[in-house]
């Protein structure tokens, strides 16, 4: 790895990150637009709010059961094909949602059966980016997907309230199965064919199962996954209190975007003008930002203020760039779509856990207190993560030959 690091340039010149990048931005509009169309739908036919916002969070949920239990599949297949088949179910589960005339239960049950692979298909994107985007153009690979990651959600939210604003839930519904769609020609058409990582063993429950063991037994990785989860829990809690906090005004939708548009600046920032060995030192300061802002809403910040706030402290979320590398090194390479989907795995549960505490602790002492509690926790959790977040000396990551 040298120094000088790779650039966005050279990185989109590389045909089969731009299929990557085009097709993940499809994914995450497609999603927001599903998950946004379907509590709509829900909430027509029920006028209930609860189960609104149940739907809402349907697609998230089967995360946790899938990085259990199935991740496996993602080194055990050819990861083209895996991601292909993740858009045609998203076609027939956005079909079926639009047009099958289901029940709330029953569409809520599709969404959480058909969710449970949610992070294998994502798990065979992560893993195949590495084999594109060698050495540090992995690195800003991955800032390039965490900035659209960022701004595809805003536009798919946006597109998809005039979607359904002009065709209703079941046309953005369409809308989204169309988006899948396009979606898996271009990957079918724009990837080669690649063979699976690793080799099939006696079943994917009990692979995953002893994988997932493993990986948390080693001291390295477990580290590093520890300091990717934890200090996102607390954030994900600060935001889960900015509705509340607000009185649950529309002024909530302002702060929150604002934290999207400060995680996507973070992202850009460090990863194209950060050299590598600095991105990598600046993960522990970074991770601090995290929770850091949070601490002024002791002092009781207007709208403005709070969104000002939230994008510093979502900017910190850069800090996962220097982590990036060390993890790709640090897990083998027959279990890396694994590896990958189990940091997604608990990145994704984490946040719902975060949300969860936080919202209890909020019921007890109020919004403002609560808010003030997490961006404490993520300052003092990110210092006791001090050791994994800091790189490694290097006669620890590159011994010399013969030894």
Not at 297 to 317: I, K, M, R
Not at 351 to 356: F, L, P, R
């Amino acid at each position: 790895m040298t120094e000088r690091g790779a650039t966005f340039g050279e990185v989109f010149a590389v045909r089969e990150f731009r299929v990557l990048f085009g097709s993940f931005a499809l994914l995450v509009s497609g999603d927001s637009i599903k998950m946004l169309a379907l509590s709509v739908l829900v909430y027509a036919q029920t006028g209930s709010p609860g189960l609104s916002a149940a739907a809402y969070m349907a697609g998230w949920l089967p995360y946790i059961f899938g990085g259990m239990f199935l991740l496996s599949l993602a080194d055990r297949l050819p990861p083209r094909a895996v991601m292909i088949t993740g858009e045609l179910v998203r076609v027939a589960v956005c079909l079926l949602l639009a047009y099958a005339g289901l029940p709330v239960p029953a569409m809520l049950a599709l969404v959480l059966v058909t969710g449970l692979f949610s992070p294998v298909f994502g798990a065979a994107r992560s893993a195949l980016l590495p084999e594109v985007l060698p050495g540090d153009a992995f690195v800003l690979g991955r800032s390039l997907l965490g900035v659209t990651s960022a701004g595809a959600q805003v536009a798919g939210l946006a597109v998809g309230g005039v979607f359904l604003a002009v065709t209703g839930p079941h046309g953005a519904l369409a809308v989204t199965a169309g988006l899948s769609a396009v979606a898996a020609v271009v990957l079918r058409f724009g990837l080669p064919y690649r063979p699976a990582r690793g080799t099939a063993g006696r079943g994917a429950v009990r692979t995953t199962l002893r994988v997932n063991r493993q990986l948390l037994a080693d001291r390295r990785v477990r580290g590093l996954l520890l300091a990717c989860w934890l200090p996102t829990v607390c954030l994900a809690g600060a935001e889960a209190m900015v509705v509340p906090y607000l009185g649950g005004q529309g002024q909530a939708g302002v702060v929150l975007a604002m934290a999207a548009v400060g995680m996507a600046v973070g992202e850009f920032v460090v990863g194209r003008f950060v050299a590598p060995g600095l991105r990598e030192r600046l993960s522990l300061p970074l991770a601090v930002l995290l929770g850091l802002p949070w601490l002024a809403f002791l002092a009781s910040p207007g709208v403005a203020w709070a969104a000002a706030l939230a994008a510093v402290a979502a900017a910190g979320l850069s800090y996962q760039l220097g982590l990036q590398r060390r993890f790709l090194e640090a897990v083998p390479e027959a279990v890396r779509g694994q590896a990958f989907g189990l940091q997604s795995a608990g990145l994704m549960t984490g946040q719902a856990v975060g949300a969860a505490l936080i919202g209890v602790l909020g019921e007890a002492l109020g919004p403002g207190p609560a808010i003030v509690a997490a961006g404490g926790a993520g300052v003092l959790v990110a210092l006791a993560l001090a050791g994994a977040l800091r790189p490694e000396p290097v006669a620890a990551t590159r011994p010399s030959p013969g030894t």
